[in-house]
């Protein structure tokens, strides 16, 4: 499957691909997550080749060199977004050079990914405004982290959460998904009041806290379904759902398929 969506301010790729021999390119001036895991991968950008275990939900961001991919033995799911050259300049306040960052962790870009991702899977999703809104959102978070000119302001936006807190918040959610995670627990983990930490962490991510954590548990759950034999009532259970008839709800819902027919 693969999907191409344009926006106001951004284009976004989506695919889910079978095993494949051939290599495959990931262009320039993108930032992406690759929703599947994999292991000892191949892949070659400015002259430099790696191999290396990617993660689920590992982000990609590619300034001037693209990524080649050697061939992949597992299905690989993938988002790539491409900011608008335009909009980008004009974050900017001139040209700029992004340095490339590969297979790092990005609870922000994660965020703002898993949002795209939905419109390319079950359709719908994102309005004119609320695409265009993302695009700028993405385009700051990316100048912040990734600019290499020194005239590209690095200062938080008012109103946000800086990378550092977010992967603090990350790191508590996905060390227990099973367990009870509560708006309480992540504030005090960002040292704000629930009520500023929801409104910041939204404003950041473009997912409210309880989105971002469902999201978190449904990427663990596919994960496990695609990689061991567990059953879907365990499954669940182990990402912190207590309702199987929910969990079955919300994966429909995310993915276009219920967790039995996934495997499939």
């Known amino acids: 499957m693969r999907s191409i969506i344009e926006w106001p301010g951004m284009r976004s790729e989506y695919c889910w691909l079978?095993?494949?021999?051939?290599?495959?390119?990931?262009?320039?001036?993108?930032?992406?997550?690759?929703?599947?895991?994999?292991?000892?991968?191949e892949w070659e950008?400015?002259?430099?080749?790696?191999?290396a275990d990617i993660p689920a939900g590992a982000a990609f961001v590619t300034g001037e060199e693209a990524i080649t991919w050697g061939g992949v033995s597992t299905p690989t799911e993938a988002l790539e977004i491409y900011p608008d050259p335009a909009l980008v300049r004009r974050?900017?306040?001139g040209a700029v050079q992004v340095e490339g960052a590969h297979c790092v962790r990005d609870g922000v870009l994660f965020g703002m990914?898993?949002?795209?991702?939905?419109?390319?899977?079950?359709?719908?999703?994102l309005t004119d405004i609320e695409a265009s809104t993302l695009a700028h959102r993405?385009?700051?978070?990316?100048?912040?982290?990734?600019?290499?000119?020194?005239?590209?302001?690095?200062?938080?936006?008012?109103?946000?959460?800086?990378?550092?807190?977010?992967?603090?918040?990350?790191?508590y959610v996905d060390a227990d998904l099973a367990g009870p995670i509560t708006l309480d627990r992540m504030a005090d983990v960002a040292a704000l009041s629930p009520y500023h930490f929801a409104r910041a962490f939204k404003a950041?991510?473009?997912l409210a806290p309880h989105r971002f954590v469902t999201a978190r548990r449904l990427e663990a759950a596919k994960a496990a379904l695609l990689t061991s034999k567990a059953s879907v009532v365990d499954v669940a259970h182990s990402v912190g759902f207590a309702n199987v008839s929910h969990f079955r709800r919300l994966f429909r819902r995310e993915f276009g398929v219920a967790p039995g027919e996934l495997r499939r």
Not at 18 to 40: C, K, M
Not at 45 to 51: D, E, I, K, L, M
Not at 144 to 166: E, F
């Open 18 to 41: 079978p095993p494949q021999d051939e290599p495959t390119v990931t262009r320039p001036h993108q930032l992406g997550i690759s929703f599947s895991a994999h292991r000892a991968q």
């Open 45 to 51: 950008s400015g002259g430099r080749a790696v191999r």
């Open 91 to 93: 974050h900017a306040g």
């Open 113 to 125: 990914a898993t949002l795209v991702k939905r419109a390319h899977v079950v359709g719908g999703g």
């Open 138 to 171: 993405l385009v700051a978070h990316m100048l912040r982290n990734h600019a290499r000119s020194a005239a590209v302001p690095r200062a938080r936006a008012v109103g946000v959460l800086d990378r550092r807190t977010v992967e603090r918040v990350t790191d």
């Open 204 to 206: 950041t991510t473009g």
